[in-house]
């Protein structure tokens, strides 16, 4: 059973730019987290999302900020418009039952 | 918010040595996770607890889940040179899924 998987590993844009960034939750987890993770800190908390559905988004800027996971295919966290202060290791997690949270390898964003 | 400290934010040990470290909350917690990152890399779920007072065991590693419901611990035992790396303890609280990591302890090992 492959763990998560995230893609892509590191992502370099310019100011402006947008980025995606893709999580393939565990086989028959049907819980996807995204966090955030600055230099030298903890994991930080921006959205929680089931099937077709975002339950919390507390943890996510109202702005530029969007996620979203299809009824097919990988959860997406979309920034738009990047800047300098989103530079950061984005890292997604899955779950089958808010039991245990397994997280994946994490995107490297960059932005110049 | 939600507080959560841990402790200590770093150590430097001997390879062989015990290791300790522990995280308390400002708030009463159903779930305490440990976790562990290596270098450019996730976190590893080392122990999930999930009851006041559980005490359990992974290996080197132990782990409790204070009685009080408001802190935890990580005890590691006769380190070796991979245990390096940076330990995260996080919390789930009642009513929320989301975690809420402390900001971690780094362990260097030196052999």
């Known amino acids: 059973n492959a763990g998560v998987m995230q893609n892509p590993r590191h992502l370099v844009r310019r100011r402006g730019q947008e980025a995606r960034l893709r999580c393939s939750p565990m086989?028959?987890?049907?819980?996807v987290y995204w966090y955030r993770q600055l230099p030298e800190e903890g994991l930080k908390f921006m959205v929680y999302?089931?099937?077709?559905?975002?339950?919390?988004e507390s943890g996510m800027p109202k702005e530029r900020f969007s996620a979203e996971f299809p009824k097919e295919g990988p959860s997406i966290l979309r920034i738009q418009q990047v800047v300098r202060g989103d530079s950061a290791a984005y890292f997604c997690?899955?779950?089958?039952?808010?039991?245990?949270?397994?997280f994946g390898p994490g995107t490297r964003l960059t932005v110049l | 918010g939600q507080q959560l400290n841990q402790s200590p934010q770093s150590m430097f040990i001997q390879e062989g040595e015990d290791v300790s470290m522990n995280c308390t909350s400002s708030?009463?917690?159903?779930?305490w996770l440990w976790y562990k990152q290596d270098p450019g890399e996730g976190p590893v779920l080392l122990i999930a607890?999930?009851?006041?007072?559980e005490l359990t065991s992974n290996g080197r590693l132990t782990a409790q889940f204070g009685i009080t419901r408001k802190d935890s611990f990580l005890n590691i035992s006769a380190s070796i040179p991979s245990d390096v790396g940076i330990y995260f303890c996080?919390?789930?609280?009642?009513?929320?899924?989301?975690?809420?990591f402390g900001k971690g302890t780094k362990l260097t090992v030196n052999p």
């Open positions: 607890l999930y009851k006041a007072g």
């Open positions: 086989k028959g987890h049907s819980h």
């Open positions: 997690a899955s779950s089958p039952r808010e039991r245990e949270w397994f």
């Open positions: 999302l089931q099937k077709e559905n975002i339950i919390d």
């Open positions: 708030s009463i917690f159903n779930t």
């Open positions: 996080a919390f789930r609280g009642g009513g929320s899924e989301k975690l809420v």
